[in-house]
């Protein structure tokens, strides 16, 4: 539709997830009517994500380097690990002030739809963690929609069996939707009202 630059720059945003092409235009429009300086800066954190952040070897969050800060942090409990979706759920909980143990980022949920089994998220990597005897439980806080359900009983039928409590965050979650979607009360009071599943 447009020319060169432009379109390639509508092209990119329009990849972005929840950018359709008519938000992609409108963002790149702002951009070409924007002051030099303000698009530096965006440039330059788009640059500095790349660089300095990668995922923590043993959590799979984001870190800035090779442990994230919670995975290093010696006041957290070793013995409970709460399995997510994604970062960005490590932030909701973290916002509740509810949860003390330590985290493990799957890197997504089992979708049929999309081709993602459990080999493509980080299961074997959680199995190695449970293996040493330090977890006593696996509060498992997928997201609360059909992918999320298929993952929690994935993996309670895996880590039932090896002696481990498992549990599920209550009820009361905004239902189809993502973690991140619950206020902090909600998903605090879902917290600590967790269910054992499985055993
Ligand atoms: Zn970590």
Do not use: W
């Amino acid at each position: 539709m447009y020319e060169g630059a432009v379109q390639d720059l509508i092209d990119e945003l329009g990849r972005l997830p929840g950018i359709g092409p008519k938000s992609a235009q409108r963002i790149a429009f702002h951009l070409l009517a924007a002051d030099g300086a303000d698009v530096r800066r965006l440039t330059d954190a788009l640059t500095e994500v790349k660089l300095r952040v990668q995922f923590c070897e043993v959590c799979g969050n984001v870190a800035e380097s090779e442990r994230c800060r919670i995975c290093v942090d010696p006041r957290r409990g070793d013995d409970v690990i709460c399995v997510v979706e994604e970062p960005k759920d490590v932030v909701a909980i973290e916002r509740t002030r509810e949860f003390r143990g330590r985290y493990h980022v799957l890197g997504g949920a089992i979708n049929p739809l999309d081709n993602v089994g459990p080999d493509d998220l980080r299961i074997s990597e959680l199995m190695t963690r449970l293996a040493d005897g330090a977890v006593t439980e696996v509060i498992i806080a997928t997201d609360p929609n059909v992918e999320g359900e298929a993952t929690a009983t994935y993996l309670s039928r895996l880590i039932g069996p090896m002696g481990l409590t498992v549990s599920r965050l209550a009820s009361g979650l905004p239902v189809g939707g993502d973690l991140e979607y619950a206020d902090e009360v909600t998903l605090g009071r879902a917290f600590e009202g967790r269910r054992v599943v499985g055993s």
